[in-house]
């Protein structure tokens, strides 16, 4: 052991791996070899952007939601609102949603740091909860129970994200390349003192504030920051399927986003997008054999991960985390 | 006069009707080696916390290098230069020795927040090299700390806190549950402590406190009974009645 051993040991997950870069190439070649699912693809990766962030809270920090669908709900209809108004460029509603989606997560967050988990899942349920009931107050601005049909101005002015000819190709391109720099990021924060101290808080509180970490502060930090990656997936979303409505705050869609963290595996980033990537598939292949019932296999799914462990699981089929 | 390095100031404690401190006051000088020990229920765990700043107290104040920390936090008083070690393993089971002090590290330096930069800033890795050789945990540098023996676990919970560059160190029961195989090197490294780092060694363990201690505190029911060298402390009437019956040679 020496100097250099140790830098390595504490970077050994900065460069990026084969199995990596392989990864998001796959990705990349999926749309293009199978252009008539760019639908479902988008899909998949949008929530695979949503299951990141909420990676950052629940697998890196160790502090569960079940309301995650609230920052995902804010950022939809922010983009949705503008697009509705004429402020139609999808970049601008992207980043334009960032800032109410964080705002909410800041606000919210303090209230996350007393009590045990129960309390955490249901002081996130309860936000996600009034803020959809706001929604649905505010028809005036929001289109109520209606939601908000609307229309997105070509990406770049050129590439067209809607439903038509290669809209749907175009919008999975999108999606991909927002989820790849949001990744990056959560990457390279994963990586740096901020997310060491951040696993600190997972793996023993007491000892974290005992080496002088500042816990309170770095769990609203984290949750802010997540709450913007939400607010963003949720903007994906209503820009490239061009609707927003209530249901995008509904508890089944913070209670599928911890599922899909949970099938990936949580932690370490990728757990999120493969998980949602599973869930999406199954969802399709099951559903187009058994319609009614194919939330059966998700189920089936979700016992044998929790109870054999993903680690035996993992190790059987010889995947390395 | 140069200010005392931690004192407490008729510290008082209660939980509705127990009072667990009970007007405690002492003071522990810099590079002081000094011991508080007492039998079980005294009130020592009640009293570190209060110092740390766990616990806040009913009355009375707590000071760091001469200034007031009595309504600081626990995070600020570490940052302003007072560690402790745990009685049970307060450690990051997933994180390896190099993490956890790389962590300790980067916090003490306030580079807490950084986002953007990667770990391993070439004086963190000089100083987490350092550390690991002081506390003999070369060998196990890249092993999650739940896989270390508990000696080495033991040793990684002092090196943490010494990571924190103290100037006062509170060790609670730093050899609690050490085989004696291992013993050996809690004791090394404790007498291989820096010398301008003032210890209050909180211990049940009466061959440690005497070998290391240079002054003594005895608590008994929330109350600070007396205090004194080891010599004054093994003579002392009052301390042999307290420990009559329990396996010490006071």
């Keep these: 052991m020496n100097a250099d051993a140790i830098r390595a040991h504490l970077r050994r997950r900065d460069r990026w791996s084969i199995l990596e870069i392989a990864f998001w190439l796959a990705l990349l070649v999926v ?121 997105v101005a070509p990406l770049f002015g050129r590439f067209s994200i809607g439903s038509i000819g290669e809209g749907p190709r175009n ?27 951040l696993t600190a808080v997972r793996e023993n509180r007491l000892r974290a504030g005992a080496l002088g970490v500042s816990t309170s502060r770095r769990i609203i930090a984290v949750y802010t920051i997540a709450a913007a990656f939400a607010g963003v997936a949720g903007a994906l979303l209503a820009e490239t399927t061009q609707i927003v409505s209530l249901d995008l705050f509904d508890f089944h869609r913070s209670a599928d986003v911890m599922l899909m963290l949970i099938i990936g595996g949580a932690g370490y980033l990728y757990g999120g997008v493969i998980g949602a990537g599973v869930f999406i598939v199954i969802r399709d292949v099951v559903s187009a054999a058994t319609p009614e019932y194919w939330e059966f296999w998700i189920g089936a799914m979700l016992v044998v991960l929790v109870l054999f462990g993903r680690e035996r699981l993992t190790a059987l089929v010889g995947i390395r985390r | ?109 306030g ?64 050899a609690a549950g050490v085989p004696e195989e291992e013993r050996h090197d809690i004791l090394a490294a404790l007498a291989a402590l820096p010398a301008d780092v003032a210890i209050l060694l909180i211990e049940h363990d009466m061959d440690l406190v005497f070998s290391f201690a240079t002054r003594i505190s005895v608590l008994v029911s929330g109350r600070l009974l007396c205090e004194g060298t080891p010599a004054e402390i093994a003579a002392d009437e009052r301390v042999r009645a307290v420990y009559l019956g329990e396996d010490a040679h006071g």
């Excluded at chain 2, 600020?76 to 450690?91: E, H, P, S, Y």
């Design chain 1, 31 to 151: 749309i293009f070899a199978i252009p008539s699912r760019a639908a479902l693809i988008n899909e998949a990766l949008v929530a695979g952007l949503f299951a990141l962030s909420l990676d950052l809270i629940l697998g890196v920090t160790g502090v569960v939601s079940l309301g995650h669908a609230a920052f995902f709900g804010v950022g939809a209809y922010t983009a949705g609102i503008l697009a509705n108004a004429g402020y139609d460029d999808p970049i601008l509603g992207l980043v334009a949603a960032i800032v109410p989606a964080a705002l909410v997560g800041f606000a919210t967050a303090p209230l996350l740091l007393r009590g045990a988990d129960l309390t955490r899942l249901m002081v996130t349920m309860g936000v996600a909860l009034m803020l959809g009931e706001l929604a649905n107050k505010n028809a005036g601005l929001t289109g109520g129970a209606d939601g908000l049909n609307f229309s």
């Design chain 1, 171 to 197: 919008a999975a391109l999108f999606s991909l390349a927002v989820l790849f720099l949001l990744f990056t990021i959560a990457r390279r924060l994963a990586g740096s003192p901020f997310g060491l101290s």
């Design chain 2, 1 to 109: 006069m140069t200010a005392s390095a931690l004192e407490a100031r008729g510290l008082v404690r209660r939980f509705g009707g127990l009072v667990a401190t009970d007007d405690v006051s002492f003071s522990v000088s810099p590079g002081a080696r000094q011991a508080l020990i007492g039998p079980n229920g005294a009130g020592k765990t009640t009293l570190i916390n209060l110092l740390t700043g766990v616990l806040k107290p009913s009355e009375g104040a707590v000071l760091l290098e001469g200034r007031d920390v009595t309504v600081v936090s626990a995070s600020k008083r570490v940052q302003l230069g007072l560690a402790r070690t745990f009685q049970i393993n307060q450690l990051f089971p997933d994180l390896s020795p190099v993490e956890s002090l790389g962590l300790a590290i980067s916090e003490r330096e």
């Design chain 2, 111 to 174: 580079r807490g927040w950084d986002f953007w930069r990667p770990a391993g800033k070439a004086e963190i890795v000089a100083e987490i090299e350092e550390l690991l050789a002081r506390f003999g945990l070369e060998t196990v540098y890249d092993q999650p700390t739940r896989a270390l023996p508990y000696g080495k676990q033991r040793l990684l919970e002092i090196a943490l806190a010494l990571a924190c560059r103290p100037r006062v160190l509170l060790l609670d029961e730093p």
